[in-house]
């Protein structure tokens, strides 16, 4: 059966073959006056200029620091501090962002348009950020990996690991929006990665 177009970011799945697994979450700052939303499931890096985390816009030269899976800020009109799964573009003072970044983390995505096919698995890929993201039912992601990208250029963030082994919309390797299962490649814990944009 065809697949049909799904967006939803980076979503863990699990971790490599002998790695431990390992579902603590890092801590990192957001500062207050970054205006770009970073929605659930996006990738983040770190500033090159600054402590802080941003969104991971650049497709294929950016070193991953991990994937966004939440924050805790203080809201622009005052009040006690709150958790939200997603990052409005601002707060009343620097945020704490929480990522997955455990180098052996796996991650389900899917395809922007054209189909990854099975032979990319072992090759690299770089990501877009798809429609945009969106704040109903969660602020999730709609970060995707782009089928164009695919190369063995060592700085693409991302490694197609396997098709995705499910059944139903994503799992036809042979069309359009199809899933798949990715590590990090260019990665702020990995050898050679420096952890900054």
């Known amino acids: 059966m065809a697949n049909t177009q799904a967006q939803f970011g980076f979503q863990q799945f699990g971790y490599l073959p002998g790695a431990a697994p390992d579902y603590q979450q890092s801590k990192g700052l957001i500062a207050k006056g970054y205006s770009t939303n970073i929605y659930f499931g996006d990738p983040v890096c770190k500033s090159s200029a600054s402590v802080y985390m941003q969104v991971a816009s650049n497709a294929t030269s ?29 707060a009343n003072a620097d945020a704490t962002g929480y990522v997955i970044d455990s180098p052996n983390a796996l991650f389900k995505v ?17 990501h877009t950020t798809g429609a945009g993201g969106t704040t109903i039912g969660g602020g999730f992601s709609t970060y995707c990996v782009d089928q164009s990208t695919l190369t063995t250029n060592s700085v693409y963030p991302w490694q197609v690991y396997a098709m995705y082994p499910g059944v139903g919309n994503g799992s036809d390797t042979t069309t359009n929006y199809n899933w798949v299962i990715v590590s990090f490649n260019a990665q702020r814990f990995r050898a050679g990665a420096s952890g900054v944009t």
């Open 62 to 90: 950016t070193t991953v620091w991990g994937v966004f899976v939440g924050c805790t800020y203080a809201p622009t009109g005052g009040g006690a501090p709150v958790w939200s799964p997603w990052w409005p573009g601002g």
């Open 110 to 126: 899917a395809a922007i348009l054209t189909t990854v096919p099975a032979t990319a698995v072992g090759s690299n890929i770089g």
